[in-house]
C-alpha cells in the first residue's frame, strides 16, 4: 500500500474494509455486489472508501463511482438519520404532492435525494408508497402520514425533530 492511501484511511475504516476487498479478490463482474457491501458497511459509498478498495483490488476508482452514480440504488452521501420519502404517484401528484415537496425543500433547505445540513433528514422524493386513500402521503422512517397539506407536513417534521432532539414528545 502506499503511502498517501495508507493516510488516508484509518486503521479503524481499514479493519471494516479489508474483509470486504479479500471477499472479491480476483473475482470479475464484482463491481454492483461490491458496491452493494461497501454501502452496507458504511452506510453509503464513501470515497475514501472507494479509493482504499479501487487500491487494493486494482479497479480504477473511476469505474466504481461510474457505477455508483449510474444506479440510484447507491447514496454517495450518508443519510440522515430520519429519511422522509413523499409519494409523486398519481394520487399524490393530483392531491398536490408537488406543493407539498416544494415546502419541504423550503423548510429544510434540501433538494431531493439531499441530506440536511445538520444530518437529521433525508429527502427522497418516490414514485408511489400504496398509499393512495391516503393521498398525498409521505413517511417518515417506517410512519406514514397521509391527508397532508404542506403545512401539515412541515408540522409532522418539526414533531419528529423534536422527539428525535428530545425535546418533546411527537405529536
Known sequence: MTM?????VS??????LLPIAERYRGRKGITIPLL??????????????????????????AEMFGVATF???????????????????????????ARIGEQIQRHLSVTDGGTTSDGVFTLQFVACLGCCSLAPVMMVDEEV??????EKAVDVLESVRRASSGNG???
Do not use: N, W
Not at 486503521?11 to 471494516?16: G, P, T
Not at 402520514?145 to 404542506?150: S, Y
Open 4 to 8: 498517501s492511501t495508507k493516510a488516508s
Open 11 to 16: 486503521s479503524a475504516l481499514e479493519q471494516r
Open 36 to 61: 452493494a457491501d461497501l454501502q452496507r458497511e458504511m452506510g453509503y459509498i464513501a470515497p475514501e472508501a472507494v479509493d482504499y478498495i479501487a487500491h487494493e483490488l486494482d479497479i480504477p476508482a
Open 71 to 97: 444506479y440510484a440504488m447507491f447514496r454517495l452521501q450518508p443519510e440522515g438519520k430520519h429519511v422522509i420519502r413523499l409519494c409523486r404517484g398519481t394520487a399524490c401528484h393530483v392531491q398536490g404532492s
Open 145 to 150: 402520514f397521509g391527508l397532508l397539506t404542506p
Open 169 to 171: 414528545a411527537a405529536d
